[in-house]
């Protein structure tokens, strides 16, 4: 009994801190979104920038925001009415969060022009506007998809279209991030077009990049005379596994031993000290690898 109880409390703790991490995620797009996209009237693809152009054609009558809630719940039942109650719970929680924390923020926080413009209309800076414009939301998507999860918007679509047709999902979405991206144009001129095409450029980039980042992990090949203190440091101390394997030196001929480990970043500067310390002639590969299955790392789906 006490020992579930445990394992439903450490369920919880885990619940818990991915949906704070879903949260922290959701708000910096949001910020993004609201204080720097649509006040610029940048459109960078996806349903906020939908809703950019929307509320362009709609002014006075219905706001971006506004457009982003309706939009967004349009799609969320669509996706429970095609794949029922199997429906990703954390993309709906995003979206709704999302939508809903940006209907608020038109109505708590008016934004009638740009952030940089608000003390002097002559001193806005579109591009350092575009620069938090792009990256908040790209900071948070990665850490959205690096928890398996998404803003949902087009990307049910996405799911939508995977289910039921043959198409290429990736190109399908570029295409339409790219076609309202070019309504810009025709919206607001060509100045806030290309400054649109360049945050859609930037946006694809930033993703890949932060994503990468987090789940960076190096991964160590230590080929050593001493494996035991090596090895007891790193499943003692830094209370991680490892694999030994054994091998032949090609010029000596003398028994060596490889250990093979993967650490984060900051267990990695602990872990190469360490060696170094405890044996000198070792000879250690670290590579960079950018996701780790398994225990003590990413879960086993």
């Known amino acids: 009994m006490k020992r579930c109880l445990t394992t ?24 993004g979104i609201y204080f720097f996209k649509f006040p ?17 054609y709609f002014e006075g009558v219905v706001t971006p925001g506004t457009f982003v809630l309706v939009i967004n719940s349009l799609l969320l039942l669509l996706g ?78 996405a799911m939508v279209l995977r289910k039921y047709t043959s198409l290429d999902i ?41 994503l990468e980042n987090i789940n960076t992990h190096k991964y160590f090949h230590i080929i050593t005379t001493k494996p035991q203190e090596i090895e007891r440091y790193i499943t003692q101390t830094l209370k991680r596994g490892a694999t030994e394997l054994h091998g032949e030196g090609v010029y000596t001929h003398e028994d060596r031993t490889v250990v093979m480990t993967v650490m984060t970043r900051r267990e990695a500067v602990l872990l190469r000290r360490h060696v170094r310390s405890v044996d000198p002639q070792a000879f250690v590969l670290i590579m960079n690898t950018g996701e780790i299955v398994g225990k003590g790392f990413r879960g086993v789906n």
């Open 8 to 31: 439903n409390s450490t369920q919880w703790r885990k619940r818990l801190k991915e949906y704070a991490w879903l949260t922290i995620a959701t708000l910096l797009m949001v910020v």
């Open 40 to 56: 610029n009237h940048f459109s960078t693809g996806g349903v906020s920038g939908l809703a950019v152009i929307l509320g362009h």
């Open 80 to 157: 429970f009415a095609v794949f029922g109650k199997g429906f990703g719970g954390k993309t709906a929680y995003v979206s709704l969060l999302m939508s809903g924390a940006t209907w608020v923020l038109e109505r708590v926080i008016p934004m009638p022009v740009p952030m940089t413009a608000l003390a002097d209309p002559v001193a806005a800076q579109p591009f350092v506007e575009l620069i938090f414009a792009v990256s908040l939301p790209a900071v948070g998507s990665a850490i959205l998809f690096n928890l398996e999860a998404s803003s949902g918007g087009t990307d049910i679509v």
């Open 170 to 210: 990736g190109k399908a979405l570029l295409c339409s991030d790219l076609i309202i991206t070019l309504m810009a144009f025709v919206a607001f001129g060509p100045a806030t077009g290309l400054y649109s095409i360049l945050g859609l450029v930037v946006k694809s980039l930033l993703v890949d990049m932060v």
